[in-house]
């Protein structure tokens, strides 16, 4: 555990450096923009609604979405590890001999565009992908390999806001296409049949479509221009790998500092601190109370782009097992406004 820790650590500290050095270039670009644009009457900039709320930019999350109305394309690209989980060892018979721990691999990406028709109502496109993996023999033969990708459509309109208050209501539909091959339940099927099974069939992989709707409330508050609050309360309905369509809850809340607006200090970091709750998983896998926790570190000195880091940290419990499983993800998440 302390290795990966220590890994994230690193990876969040180069992110920290990456932004120190970008500052003056970015600085610098702004300064010769607006001497162009002082130059030339013809050179206009566009108007960009930009997440901002009684002069606090926020910083963007993906754990507690927010709730603005503007247009965006948006990438993230992720690693990270499911570290010191339980595996049952088991016999062909599924008699549980042994309990042994090891580490799980995944990866992620996704794409998304958001675009916003007038200053209430924006409509966004998700598409993206995993990838997961065990680290050795143990959660190899246990977790086996398991891959999906999918999309989501959604729309956000604006309920109310004020000059230091938004709400706005969302709608999401999410499909994906998990596909999950086990070492361990090919030959276990072939030990049962005796060695005769039907050679059309792939006993390796399991494959499964899984959908799922979701009704949001977002919510955002700034007090003052250099502190903000994002709440997340939400309801849906979603497929589970292979089981049947329950309801899931989820719950959010963030709260992030811009230190360009902070006195003495004008350095245009922001720093995020979000947790999020679901009763069940978003992502189609059979688990319950997933709790998750996220930091992000990111640049809110540039009209055009939000660049961040974001690592986060899962509770997991299965349901089958019983078992708590941790794990820990980085990303490099990117918005460019338009």
Known sequence: MKKFTG????????????????NPILIAQDVLDEKVANKDSSVLRAYKRLPILNSFRFVPSDVVPDPFISTYIKLNVGTGTVFDLKTYAKNLKGDVFDTLSGDITYVEGEV?????????????????????????????????????????????????????MYLAGSAEYSSSTVSYYSIYNFVKQIYESGGNIDTSKNYLLTEDVLSRGFVNF?????????????????????????????????????????????????????????????????????????ITFGLRIGYTGHKDFDIGIENTYENINYKKSDEKVKALLTSFKMRYYF
């Open 7 to 22: 890994l994230h650590l690193l990876t969040s500290l180069l992110g920290l450096i990456f932004f120190l050095t970008l």
């Open 112 to 164: 998304e565009f958001q675009f916003a028709v007038n200053d209430w109502l924006a409509f966004n496109l998700n598409a993206g992908g995993t990838g997961r993996l065990g680290t050795d023999a143990y959660t190899l033969l246990a977790s086996g390999i398991s891959y999906g990708s999918g999309f989501t459509l959604g729309s956000k309109i604006r309920i109310w806001q004020n000059d230091k």
């Open 218 to 290: 977002h919510y955002a508050y700034a007090p003052t221009d250099w502190f903000g609050f994002l709440g997340l309360a939400g309801w849906g309905v979603g497929s589970i790998f292979n089981s049947k369509d329950k309801g899931i809850i989820r719950l959010g809340a963030a709260a992030s500092v811009d230190f360009l607006n902070v006195n003495h200090i004008n350095f245009p970091i922001g720093l995020q601190a979000s947790f999020r709750y679901n009763s069940l998983s978003e992502n189609g896998e059979d688990v319950k109370n997933v």
